[in-house]
């Protein structure tokens, strides 16, 4: 009777989680572009973190910072417990970019692109058929992420959170400054100016060429009259025969 309960004391023991010191991170690689957009961010790839599970897959998990704390290891991917669909409201975590340790040599050969971007995927978004989808993120945060090694669906290793990510926020038209409005009223009454000027001008410039071809044509019409060629006429001597001469 007092072995039972030793024996459920260490069975919780037995299925603890490896804890990796790696906490992911926004890359750094100035190479690239847009590593944080309304959407989307760049995370280094986690090389050389989980070389000693060779058999595990191993599956990101992104969650709105405030669920840290209650995210449950246990709840498998693919499941409407951790679809991206219902994600943030009600799921406030859910898991994506699953590969195996394959997908992340150690150490890193020369070549390689060495980064994950969480949130790519638009076309499976509204796909419930892939819960697992790395859709776009739906606001600006903040997430925080870690990767998850599981074996069948044992979860064998964990990473470290990450460090609240932030996207950038699109601005509304009703946030733009308008600081500058006067700047810009005056230079709106310069352009209308210059262009009243410009089309008078072209105006006086057709009207002009207008003339200058009115003149040209009258000069070239108005020839003067030729002088009259007197012809002298002449009357054709008529040839009469002449009789024979007379033998």
């Not at 072995?3 to 906490?23: C, K, N, S, V």
């Not at 975590?93 to 070549?111: Q, W």
């Not at 995927?121 to 058929?129: I, K, N, P, W, Y």
């Not at 460090?163 to 500058?180: D, Q």
Request: glycine share 6%; aromatic share 8%; charged share 15%.
């Amino acid at each position: 009777s007092t072995m039972l309960p030793l024996l459920l004391l260490l069975l919780p023991a037995a299925h603890a989680i490896d804890q990796l010191g790696y906490r992911p991170a926004l890359t750094e690689d100035p190479k690239l572009e847009g590593l944080r957009t309304a959407s989307t961010f760049v995370l280094d790839q986690p090389r050389c973190v989980f070389q000693d599970y060779g058999n595990a897959v191993i599956w990101l998990v992104v969650a709105l910072d405030q669920a840290v704390p209650t995210f449950n290891n246990t709840a498998g991917p693919g499941t409407p417990e951790t679809a991206f669909q219902a994600f943030p409201d009600p799921v406030r975590a859910y898991m994506t970019l699953n590969t195996t340790l394959g997908s992340y040599p150690c150490p890193k050969p020369d070549g390689d692109i060495t980064v994950l971007r969480v949130g790519s995927e638009s076309s499976c978004a509204r796909d419930e058929r892939r819960p697992t989808c790395n859709g776009p993120l739906p606001g600006p945060g903040p997430y925080r992420v870690k990767f998850l090694a599981l074996e069948g669906s044992v979860p064998v290793a964990e990473t470290r959170w990450s460090l609240p990510i932030m996207l950038r926020e699109a601005k509304s038209t009703n946030s733009i400054s308008t600081a500058g409005s006067g700047h810009s009223a005056d230079m709106i009454a310069i352009t209308t100016i210059l262009s009243i000027l410009f089309a008078i001008l072209l105006a006086a410039l057709v009207a002009m060429l207008f003339f200058w071809g009115s003149d040209s044509c009258g000069s070239s019409s108005s020839f003067s009259k030729p002088e009259s060629v007197t012809v002298r006429r002449y009357n054709t001597h008529h040839v009469y025969d002449q009789p024979a001469a007379r033998l």
